[in-house]
């Protein structure tokens, strides 16, 4: 739907023999201009079918909320589409399974929080499947 037949980030060739292609050249690619037009569209229907709901229903909320974190909103919207272009980018380098496996690390890293910084319950339990991500993560990386 969004992508040129055959179309894909331009690949040179770095000294190990795998593909290394150039972030800004892809981005500017006609690839990289459907991907970009995806997180437009996607963005653009979020905004429209969830805004009125909230300024319907939570005005007041909102306006407090805005008012207390905006810095907060502002890093927490774009980091959520660069890190979704992120992925979208490491889906044309590499294997899907490769790829949602290393994703996987947001759950070590969330573990870790909640143990260290929230006090959660089961932390050994908890760490001891952190573990078991990060080896799988590493696997994954020898395996290449």
Known sequence: L???SGAGP???RSSRG???PS???WIRSEWGWSIRR?????VLVSWLTITPWILLRERGYLREEWRRHAGSIFAVGFLSIFTYLMILFALRLTKVSYVAAVREVSIVLSAYYGIVQLGEKHGL???LGALFITLGVVAIGLSR
């Open 125 to 127: 339990q908890k760490l």
């Open 10 to 12: 331009p690949s040179g």
């Open 23 to 25: 972030i800004r050249s």
């Open 18 to 20: 795998s593909p290394s």
């Open 38 to 42: 995806y997180i437009y569209i996607l």
């Open 2 to 4: 969004f992508a040129p």
